[in-house]
Nanobody, 127 residues
Framework: QVLLVESGGGLVQAGGSLRLSCAASGRASSMFRMGWFRQAPGKEREFVAFISQSGTSTYYADSVKGRFAISRDNANNILYLQMNSLKPEDTAVYLC????????????????????WGQGTQVTVSS
């Protein structure tokens, strides 16, 4: 079992940047493939980004491609999401997730394929 705790959310103006962190404990994060999801009020939880165990493979939702960057520091068991050029439609609770299973890119975008979740951190982008 791995415990995930997100941080770094906040209020930012459109065009600004934020960096989210997700600290993993209980088991080494290098054992897990990890992702970021987000959920806005009244909407389904949606995929944002995925990263492989080693960090060499990444994948993004079209809505964030070119603006967001996922990375990981396995030595310190931390997952990051650098968010640039933020838009009001990026406003949501952002959650990190982990899976020990091997997943295809298509499976990595499905929240049902993740075994552990953080509690989320709120990101609000004002216009």
């Amino acid at each position: 079992q791995v415990l995930l705790v997100e941080s770094g959310g906040g209020l930012v103006q459109a065009g600004g940047s934020l960096r989210l962190s997700c600290a993993a404990s209980g088991r080494a994060s290098s054992m897990f493939r990890m992702g970021w999801f987000r959920q806005a009020p009244g909407k389904e939880r949606e995929f944002v980004a995925f990263i492989s165990q080693s960090g060499t493979s990444t994948y993004y939702a079209d809505s964030v491609k070119g603006r967001f960057a996922i990375s990981r520091d396995n030595a310190n068991n931390i997952l990051y999401l650098q968010m640039n050029s933020l838009k009001p439609e990026d406003t949501a609770v952002y959650l990190c997730a982990a899976t020990a299973r091997w997943v295809t890119i298509g499976q990595a975008t499905d929240r049902n394929n993740y075994d552990a979740w953080g509690q989320g951190t709120q990101v609000t982008v004002s216009s």
